[in-house]
């Protein structure tokens, strides 16, 4: 029987979702956390892989387990596993669902703040930038729709079958005071780094270090050599995953949080 397991989890300890050689990964703790429970081992499959330090408010993994059990397992793993992974649901699917490669859309959302503060150091990335010029942010971000190969926004393109993405959403928000940003995107797949990468080039341009016309020209022509600078990991949070058989909203508000009510749209 196969099983969708819904959850959350802050990634500021981990080197990411996927089991690694360079550190703990969030995948790692949940197999051992299963494979206490279960006394054997237990291997899972997650909806994808996300950088060291980066969140995420909504995640999902599946698992293929014969056995029944009798208790309740979503509380039985969150009181083994650590305060920063939370498991939400357990949702029973037919065996040919897959976790990775079922999913049709993902979302990211990326949080900026541009004043040091001690309660947003790790769920927010600082830039100090004193008169962010959003609106050129969002045009740019808006051309993203316009356009499905982003080998010019990947870490190791070459690693890649190909790297056509079709981005369905790409968008800024900005609060009053003007201090406080976040960035959306959702596409049917990204690549490595892209989403910290595209970022990076969207802070330039709010920053004044990049035009949008030179953004645009990575666009059309992927090829042009250029600087990779990812934005940094805390900022970033990957925010829904969507599936034709399963669409269910993300349990944790803290984004929610984040993104401050009052924020307002720029296109």
Same mark, same amino acid.
């Given at each position: 029987?196969?099983?969708?397991?819904?959850?959350?989890?802050?990634?500021? +300890?981990?080197?990411?979702?996927?089991?690694?050689?360079?550190?703990?990964?969030?995948?790692?703790?949940?197999?051992?956390?299963?494979? !206490?429970?279960?006394? =054997?081992?237990?291997?899972?499959?997650?909806?994808? =892989?996300?950088?060291?330090?980066?969140?995420?408010?909504?995640?999902?993994?599946?698992?293929?387990?014969?056995?029944?059990?009798?208790?309740?397992?979503?509380? =039985?793993?969150?009181?083994?596993?650590?305060?920063?992974?939370?498991?939400?649901?357990?949702?029973?699917?037919?065996?040919?669902?897959?976790? !990775?490669?079922?999913?049709?859309?993902?979302?990211?959302?990326?949080?900026?703040?541009?004043?040091?503060?001690?309660?947003?150091?790790?769920?927010?990335? &600082?830039?100090?930038? $004193?008169?962010? $010029?959003?609106?050129? &942010?969002?045009?740019?971000?808006?051309?993203?729709?316009?356009?499905?190969?982003?080998?010019?926004?990947?870490? &190791?393109?070459?690693? +890649?079958?190909?790297?056509?993405?079709?981005?369905?959403?790409?968008?800024?928000?900005?609060? $009053?005071?003007?201090?406080?940003?976040?960035?959306?995107?959702?596409? +049917? !797949?990204?690549?490595?780094?892209?989403?910290?990468?595209?970022?990076?080039?969207?802070?330039?341009?709010?920053?004044?270090?990049?035009?949008?016309?030179?953004?645009?020209?990575?666009?059309?022509?992927?090829?042009?050599?250029?600087?990779?600078?990812?934005?940094?990991?805390?900022?970033?949070?990957?925010?829904?995953?969507?599936?034709?058989?399963? +669409?269910?909203?993300? !349990?944790?508000?803290?984004?929610?949080?984040?993104?401050?009510?009052? &924020?307002?749209? =720029?296109?």
């Amino acid at each position: 029987m196969r099983y969708f397991f819904h959850i959350g989890y802050h990634g500021t +300890n981990y080197s990411g979702w996927q089991i690694t050689p360079n550190g703990i990964g969030v995948q790692q703790i949940l197999e051992q956390a299963l494979s !206490r429970i279960f006394k =054997r081992p237990i291997h899972i499959v997650g909806c994808g =892989r996300t950088d060291a330090h980066v969140h995420a408010s909504q995640f999902f993994f599946h698992l293929d387990i014969n056995e029944p059990w009798d208790f309740d397992l979503v509380f =039985r793993l969150n009181n083994v596993l650590p305060d920063d992974i939370a498991v939400f649901d357990i949702i029973p699917v037919d065996d040919k669902h897959h976790a !990775r490669f079922g999913a049709t859309s993902r979302s990211y959302d990326y949080f900026i703040h541009s004043y040091k503060d001690p309660f947003l150091s790790r769920f927010s990335s &600082m830039y100090i930038v $004193d008169n962010w $010029d959003v609106d050129s &942010m969002g045009r740019a971000a808006k051309l993203l729709l316009n356009y499905n190969d982003y080998r010019a926004f990947c870490k &190791m393109p070459d690693r +890649n079958l190909h790297n056509l993405c079709e981005i369905s959403e790409a968008g800024f928000f900005i609060n $009053d005071a003007g201090d406080r940003l976040r960035f959306r995107i959702s596409a +049917n !797949r990204f690549l490595g780094k892209m989403v910290r990468i595209i970022t990076g080039k969207l802070i330039d341009i709010g920053s004044g270090k990049l035009s949008v016309d030179e953004f645009e020209s990575y666009l059309i022509d992927p090829q042009l050599p250029q600087v990779i600078k990812p934005a940094y990991p805390q900022g970033l949070y990957l925010s829904k995953v969507t599936y034709p058989y399963l +669409n269910i909203p993300a !349990r944790s508000k803290f984004t929610h949080i984040l993104a401050d009510y009052s &924020m307002q749209n =720029r296109p």
